[in-house]
């Protein structure tokens, strides 16, 4: 499997934790009790494991040889349009914290804030990552060398073996709240 196939596969259990996030919303529009153990459990999930593991091999390795090597559209691909998708991602799961918090302090209404924040961030994160798996994806598999591909695989392995134990942790959390929530 290459570093563009293994990126593949990321979004492939970022998907899956958009369902879970989907259910755990649609339970609190229901009137079931927060479970603010498993909000906590998403938004770790979101910022070590979409974030921090998978949009750093994007960003600091795949991203950066496009912007590199790709010319005033590859950078335009990804300054304008992929960076900032990540960064509304980043704000939806900021502002997601700041409504549990508010709820925690006796807000109801912000049950609002903490769906609104959610909802937003799986849409924006489907829209995302069909863009990267159609477009960006294979826009730099069809226009980056062969080595500099093999640059992008070797770099993105280095990265995955340094952090095993991250993805088996966050990969362990998504299967638990996928039992709970979508089985």
Known sequence: ??????????HKNILRMIKVIRKVCFNIMNG????????????????????????????DILFNRITENLGQLGEK????????????????ISNLVESIE?????DE??????????????????????????VVYTFAERN?????LEKVNNECYKFEDANEA??????????KLEEKYTK
Not at 1 to 10: P, Y
Not at 102 to 106: A, E, I, M, N, P
Not at 166 to 173: A, G, P, S, W
Request: charged letters at 35%.
């Open 1 to 10: 499997m290459n570093a563009i196939e293994l990126m593949n596969e990321e």
């Open 32 to 59: 079931t009790e927060i479970n603010y153990k498993d909000l906590d459990d998403i938004i770790e999930f979101i910022r070590n494991y979409a974030d921090s593991h998978h949009h750093k091999k994007e960003e």
């Open 77 to 92: 691909l990804v300054k304008h349009g992929m960076l900032v998708e990540h960064d509304y991602g980043r704000l939806y």
């Open 102 to 106: 508010k709820v925690k302090g006796g």
């Open 109 to 134: 209404e912000a049950k609002l804030d903490i769906i609104a924040n959610a909802i937003s961030y799986t849409h924006l994160m489907e829209r995302h990552i069909d863009k990267e798996d159609r």
């Open 144 to 148: 980056l060398s062969k080595e500099i």
């Open 166 to 175: 991250v993805k088996d942790k966050y990969l362990n959390i998504l299967g």
